[in-house]
């Protein structure tokens, strides 16, 4: 079955409060999202429920295909170098040839650095790295270029076309322009609820 990934009439709050409602998106094979919006609108809170991590105050989210999840916490070991953190999800997602994404993102040389050590760049990368060894059909990106100098902006946005261009989804939540051919937009103030205390 091809993998997709909607929701209908999405509403979401956080605290007391009603960022957005009656949000609905549809995406299949080789579709990718661009999300936009000022900081506090919603944009992160969109992207955990897309990946199941929060609950809808409304609405529905339903997916077929495996998630890979790519926010502020790149989910590594502070306390290993690099590699040794890198090397417990490729266990754990059976990665057997991490180099290529290694290789792609610029991480061989900080392998040994302790990655409480890293910039914020560098841990995007990192995370990055991770998320092209997980294989997973549907990308879920929160400021996924934020950290990021010009060459490394360049570098994931073509990382995320490729995947699109393999027949994958992404959804990539940015106030940063994101550059790919085809790219739907959602603007998640046109779903805002203003003037409600939620």
Known sequence: MPHSLSAQGLACRRGDRLLFRGLSLALGPGEALHVTGANGTGKTTLIR????????FAGSVDHCGTIGLVDERPALDPDQPLGKALAF??????????SLALAALWLEPLLE??????STGQRKRAALAALLNRGA??????????????????????????H?????IAVIASHQPVVMEG????????YAVAGEPG
């Open 89 to 98: 999800w490729q266990r754990v997602d059976g990665c057997t040839d991490p």
């Open 183 to 190: 790219l739907k937009t959602l603007a998640i103030e046109d």
């Open 113 to 118: 650095v302790p990655v409480r050590y890293l």
């Open 137 to 162: 059909a549907i990308w879920l990106l929160d400021e996924p270029l934020s950290g990021l100098d010009n060459a490394a902006i360049a570098q994931v946005n073509a990382l995320v076309a490729q």
């Open 49 to 56: 429920a897309l990946a199941g991590l929060l609950s809808p």
């Open 164 to 168: 699109v261009g393999d027949g994958g």
